[in-house]
Nanobody, 122 residues
Framework: QVQLVESGGGLVQAGGSLRLSCTAS????????MGWFRQAPGKEREFVAA????????NYADSMKGRFTISRDNAKNTVFLQMNSLKPEDTAVYYC???????????????WGQGTQVTVSS
């Protein structure tokens, strides 16, 4: 059973930065793509970013391009999400997830973490 554990969330002022981490259990981390999604209260869970197994391919939601950067360290079984120039509308619970490909759709992901709260104050 794969476990994904997110960390790094918190309260930050608008314009600030946060770096989220997601660490996976097991020995197969480098065999899978990883993604980040987020869910704000009363809204659907939405795609944020994804990265392929070897980091060659990255995908971003249009509203995050230029502000967020996804990366991974396969030696540490960890994927990161660097978030800069944060806005109040970025407030949400952020989830990491595992997939075979760096997909934009939730259905492609079969393992999910519990999420970490990010709150951006204005």
């Amino acid at each position: 059973q794969v476990q994904l554990v997110e960390s790094g969330g918190g309260l930050v002022q608008a314009g600030g930065s946060l770096r989220l981490s997601c660490t996976a259990s097991g020995r197969t981390f480098s065999s899978y793509a990883m993604g980040w999604f987020r869910q704000a209260p009363g809204k659907e869970r939405e795609f944020v970013a994804a990265i392929s197994r070897s980091s060659i391919t990255t995908n971003y939601a249009d509203s995050m391009k230029g502000r967020f950067t996804i990366s991974r360290d396969n030696a540490k079984n960890t994927v990161f999400l660097q978030m800069n120039s944060l806005k109040p509308e970025d407030t949400a619970v952020y989830y990491c997830a595992r997939s075979l490909i760096p997909a934009r759709t939730r259905d492609e992901y079969n393992y999910w973490g519990q999420g970490t709260q990010v709150t951006v104050s204005s």
